[in-house]
């Protein structure tokens, strides 16, 4: 089994910085699909970006796009957040997620496999 295990999460002002680092300890292959999702206080768990860890073809939820990167190392079985511009609305813990398998809907959490522990991120105004 993959374990994730996520680290970057902090406070940070308006209009900062941070960057999320995810690290996979075990087998990973083309087919898989990393994922970041969030949850704010009150709020339902959604979904942030995912990356193919075969062709490195990313997405992002829309409310990110253009501030957020997602990118990632085989090499390293390492997946990165970076995330620019940061807003309050930000605010949330951020999960890293493996998908074993293709098809389906890769912005939904029920389609992943394996979590990581979550990161805090607080952004304040």
């Known amino acids: 089994q993959v374990q994730l295990v996520e680290s970057g999460g902090g406070l940070v002002q308006a209009g900062g910085s941070l960057r999320l680092s995810c690290v996979a300890f075990?087998?990973?292959?083309?087919?898989?699909?990393m994922g970041w999702f969030r949850q704010a206080p009150g709020k339902e768990r959604e979904f942030v970006a995912g990356?193919?860890?075969?062709?490195?073809?990313?997405d992002y939820a829309g409310s990110v796009k253009g501030r957020f990167t997602v990118s990632r190392d085989n090499a390293k079985n390492t997946v990165w957040l970076q995330m620019n511009s940061l807003k309050p609305e930000d605010t949330a813990v951020y999960y890293c997620?493996?998908?074993?398998?293709?098809?389906?809907?890769?912005?939904?959490?029920?389609?992943?496999?394996?979590w990581g522990q979550g990161t805090q991120v607080t952004v304040s105004s």
């Open positions: 997620a493996l998908r074993y398998h293709g098809g389906g809907d890769y912005s939904s959490d029920q389609s992943y496999d394996r």
């Open positions: 990356i193919s860890w075969g062709s490195g073809i990313a």
């Open positions: 075990g087998r990973t292959f083309s087919s898989n699909t």
